[in-house]
Each structure stands twice: as C-alpha cells, then as structure tokens.
C-alpha cells in the first residue's frame, strides 16, 4: 500500500513537470522529468519510516527542537545525496550517460528549504494518524468496558435471587463466574481473538446460567468445521447471548460465507421482539462492529423459522493473529 501511495506521488509530480515542459515548448525527453521525480518518491519512500519512528518516540515540540532541528538537516542532506545517487545509476542503466546534478554542494543548500518542509510533513501526518488511531482504540475499549459491569451486575443479581433458596447451586454458579472472569481478564485487552476462544469463552457464560436450571439450557450449537481460528471481537457473543436467554435462547450457529464469517444466535421468544430495537448490549455491539470493520461489520435482527428471533452478525472473514 504504501509503495503504491509513493509511486502515485512520484506520477503526480512527473505529469505536473512534464505537462509544463510540453507547455513551455521545451525539447526535454520525457525520461529525465520521469526519472527525476520517480527517484524523489522512491528515496523519500525509504526516508520516511526514520523520521515517522523518531516524531513516533520524540513528538514535535518546543522542548524537542533540539532534536529535530538537526534530525531535519540530516533528513534534507540525505533525501539529497539518495536523489543524485539514485539518478546517476538510472542513467547509467539506461545508457543515457552521466546525469548532471549542477554543483553538488550547492544542490545541498538549494534542496534543504523544501525538504524542511517535507520533514515536517511527514511528522505531522504521523503524529495525526497516531492520535485518530488512539482515540478509535479508546472507543472500541469504553465501548467493550460498558458491555461487562452491565453483564457483571445482571449475573450477581441472579446468583443473590438464589443464595438463600439452594446456597449450593448459587456456590456453583459463583465458581462458574470467578472460571469465566479468569478466562475474560487472561485475554484483556484484545480487541479481537479467536472464535474458538470467543466460543469457548461463551460456553463458560452459559454455564453459569445452566447452573441454575436443572434441565440446562438446551442450546444448539453448530460451528462450522475449520472456522475456529477466524477473528472475532472479543465479548462478541456474551451480550448477544445474554439477550436470547431472556427469550428462550436455542442455537448458536456460526459459518464462513465468502469473504465473511456470520454468527447467528437465535431465540424462540414472541416476534414482538424484533420491534424492540437495539438495547445496551446489542446496540454496543453494532457501535464495535462499526468502529473494527466499517460497512464489513454488521448487526440484524431477523425472524426466525416458526417463532422468535435470530441476532445475525457479519463481519470479514480472516484468520487471527
């Protein structure tokens, strides 16, 4: 990506300087302006992660001037001697002879007022694209941080409903949830994780709500065979779950359909649901989505076969990391 935005630059700044020589009538062949301007993008393709590394460590400032003033000189002197560098072995390959640069050390001079500028660029941007960056993370993680106190309280206020009917059976599900708390905190703070994790993440869930039933939960699961290496948002399924069960939760499906990965958890309760619109969890859920995948993560309630509600879920397929 990054090679194809230099190389971009370097045909945006070569059809400016040869559309001026056509204009001006001047009988330069196209190759030098090519080659001039194509060699530019490509050293300072090169250049630039050193200066994106230190603005990264040492950002801009005042305080810091000390640093990037001489940091900017021996960026222009470099971007320098690589454009001259660069220019005489194409012309040498390309049989056009020696390239004439004028006198060097003035060249030094006469670049460095526009490679200050190209310095401070390259700081600028980096130090924008970090903080976008940081402030989508810091969304993405109150957005996650929101969904489990709102788990949390709802499971002690269930586990309370029990301790003084069957104390054993509220001992249990308090195990279960120090179990499922240990799991959640181990995988702390990634965004994503696996959907065998994700998977196995839920199943301990459930089993603190199974606590409480004799019969269990009855719920279907049906994974796709090789799928569990996909990515998926960690504390993807808990809410979503956690919603179905008030409606008699009955399968969790999930499958790879081309580029994309759908999960699926569905319900039995009355269709009337499905005009309930998005709670706290479920509404979290789709602002994550969003936030990770753009246009490629996506939340729909649909009705489901017979009776109640199916929570789909789509999002791009990939293996984690």
Request: a neutral charge; charged letters at 20%; aromatic letters at 10%.
């Amino acid at each position: 990506m990054k090679v194809l935005l230099y190389a971009a630059l370097g045909l945006f700044l070569f059809a400016y300087r040869h559309l001026d020589h056509v204009t001006r009538q001047d009988p330069i062949p196209w190759r030098i302006p090519f080659i001039e301007e194509m060699s530019s993008a490509l050293v300072i393709g090169l250049a630039a992660p050193l200066v994106m590394r230190l603005a990264r460590r040492t950002p801009p400032r005042w305080g810091t001037a000390w640093i990037h003033v001489p940091a900017a000189i021996g960026f222009s002197a470099l971007l320098t001697t690589g454009f001259y560098v660069t220019r005489l072995a194409a012309f040498a390959a390309l049989g056009m002879g020696r390239y004439d640069y004028g006198i060097l050390w003035i060249r030094y001079f006469m670049e460095l007022p526009m490679q200050l500028i190209v310095y401070a660029i390259i700081c600028g941007v980096t130090i924008f694209w970090d903080h976008r960056e940081r402030t989508a993370l810091l969304e993405l993680e109150n957005l996650r941080l929101q969904l489990q106190p709102h788990f949390l309280f709802n499971t002690l206020n269930m586990i309370s409903s029990v301790v003084y009917e069957d104390p054993k059976k509220a001992d249990e599900m308090l195990c279960q949830l120090s179990e499922y708390l240990r799991d959640a905190l181990a995988r702390h703070p990634a965004q994503e994780v696996t959907l065998a994790d994700e998977i196995a993440t839920t199943r301990a869930y459930l089993a603190i709500l199974e606590a409480r039933f004799e019969n269990g939960l009855g719920v279907e699961w049906e994974i796709e065979e090789g799928i569990g290496r996909a990515a998926a948002p960690h504390f993807l399924l808990q809410p979503l779950v956690e919603n179905a069960v008030k409606h008699g939760l009955r399968a969790i499906r999930a499958r790879r359909e081309g580029a994309a990965l759908v999960i699926a958890v569905e319900d039995e309760g009355a269709d009337a649901a499905m005009g309930s619109g998005l709670g706290i969890g479920l509404g979290n859920t789709r602002q994550r989505l969003e936030r990770l995948y753009g246009a490629g993560g996506r939340v729909a309630l649909e009705p489901r076969t017979g009776c109640g509600t199916v929570v789909r879920v789509t999002i791009p397929y990939r293996v984690a990391a």
